[in-house]
């Protein structure tokens, strides 16, 4: 019996010990490769780097998404234009964020149910939390952007799931040569299989499922081991949520998921890693120069804003970490 009871005993300590070392060196060779990883990844090519990215060419300055704030903000020296398009009756690929037309220009149509010389023209100020007014009021189509911009990055968001205009997408990006100069998905993660389906050449955002997949894989350690196809990591700052909203009107929950959202995403150690990965991490929308500081802090490689002049004055003063 006492033989078998330390046989026993010898037997439990070599599993924990086999256990232990196992762990410890997945912990290490994690930790290595989360810092080194290269090691096991090849980086991928950049074509381009964005530091300054205007949202929907500006909102904050002019009207979103029209061809005076993607003027304005490349005369600025903008980096990157981030746009949104929709299809036309007429399968014309059109920059506007809404579907509906009703927010932007006071009809409520759908723009796929209207040819594009129908479309009406913006209102003069448009009912969202940073725009204000401006005098161009045309809903500019892709190809007059491409047309306009040729060495200027562009951040397209595929705002429906439409294989005609996903279809229509790449073949405007093929046409103007702009592979090396875009970048396209949507938060829909049906939408960005579809756009890499359709086109391999040109990169690809992460989707909603594909960062919180992302986050799983980072915070149980096996991130370094898992080859990634994105080349774009587009994700929001949570904390500024209590600068659009009053704090004293949020209840505890949506508090404390708040900040627990921030925590998770915001982390200089994941925005490190996926840039040695060449992966660029791009915070958005921000237009305070506190949260323009932290990004950069925290090691984001751009900036998306409503404000690009107001990002452009913070980064000339070399505010900016990196």
């Known amino acids: 019996m006492l033989t078998n009871s330390f046989g026993d005993r010898t037997g439990e300590m070599c599993a924990a010990m086999y256990v232990l ?9 994690s930790a290595l490769l989360l810092k080194c990883p290269s090691l096991l990844h090849r980086r991928k090519r950049e074509t ?15 009207l979103e998404n029209t061809m005076a704030a993607f003027k304005h903000a490349v005369q600025l020296g903008t980096d990157m234009l981030e746009l949104d398009c929709h299809l036309t009756k007429d399968n014309q690929v059109v ?8 927010r932007s220009t006071g009809i409520g149509a759908y723009i796929s149910e209207l040819a594009y010389a129908e479309l009406p023209p913006y209102l003069c100020k448009l009912d969202v939390t ?5 005098d161009d009021k045309r809903i500019p189509l892709l190809r007059d952007v491409f047309q306009a911009f040729p060495k200027t990055p562009i951040n397209i968001d595929i705002k429906a799931d439409n294989d005609t205009l996903i279809q229509k997408v790449s073949e405007l990006v093929t046409q103007y040569e702009r592979e090396d100069l875009t970048v396209w998905g949507n938060s829909n993660n ?12 040109i990169p690809i955002l992460f ?3 594909r960062v919180l997949l992302l986050v799983g894989l980072f915070y149980s350690g096996l991130l370094p081991f898992v080859p990634l196809r ?42 490190d890693h996926l840039t040695a990965r060449g992966i660029q991490v791009y915070v ?12 950069f802090d925290l090691g984001a490689t751009g900036v998306m804003t409503d404000y690009p002049t107001k990002l452009k004055d913070f980064m000339e003063r070399g505010s900016t970490s990196t």
């Open 130 to 134: 940073f725009q204000k007014g401006g």
């Open 95 to 102: 920059v506007s964020h809404d579907a509906n037309l009703k």
């Open 284 to 295: 958005w929308v921000l237009n305070d120069e506190d949260d323009f500081q932290r990004a």
């Open 48 to 62: 381009f780097r964005s530091r300054h990215i205007s949202h929907r060419g500006g909102a904050g300055e002019n």
């Open 230 to 271: 994105e080349q774009f990591l587009e994700i929001p700052m949570p904390s500024i949520i209590t600068k659009l909203r009053d704090p004293s009107k949020m209840t505890r929950r949506q508090l404390i998921l708040t900040w627990l959202a921030d925590s998770l995403l915001m982390r200089k150690t994941l925005f």
């Open 190 to 201: 049906k939408i960005v299989q579809k756009c890499y389906k359709e086109n391999p050449k």
């Open 21 to 29: 070392s196992t762990v410890t060196g997945y912990v290490l060779t």
């Open 207 to 209: 989707s909603l499922k």
